[in-house]
């Protein structure tokens, strides 16, 4: 599944990496104190704060 994930600075990036919107759901929970990094890549050299995430959009 095509997911495009953007950051409250606009930025924005495309991954294949989650099978399901649920699946990236449980990857970018945190709970406040703690900073979720998660990867989006399979080579994990693109690694996102899970708190700076403004919404994500299913691309077809």
Avoid: C, W
């Amino acid at each position: 599944m095509k997911i495009k994930i953007i950051m409250d600075s606009g930025k924005e990036y495309v991954t294949e990496r989650f099978d399901s919107k649920e699946e990236l759901s449980k990857s970018i929970m945190y709970s406040p104190g703690r900073i979720n990094y998660f990867s989006i890549d399979e080579e994990q050299k693109i690694v996102l704060n899970a708190e700076h995430i403004s919404s994500f959009e299913i691309l077809d």
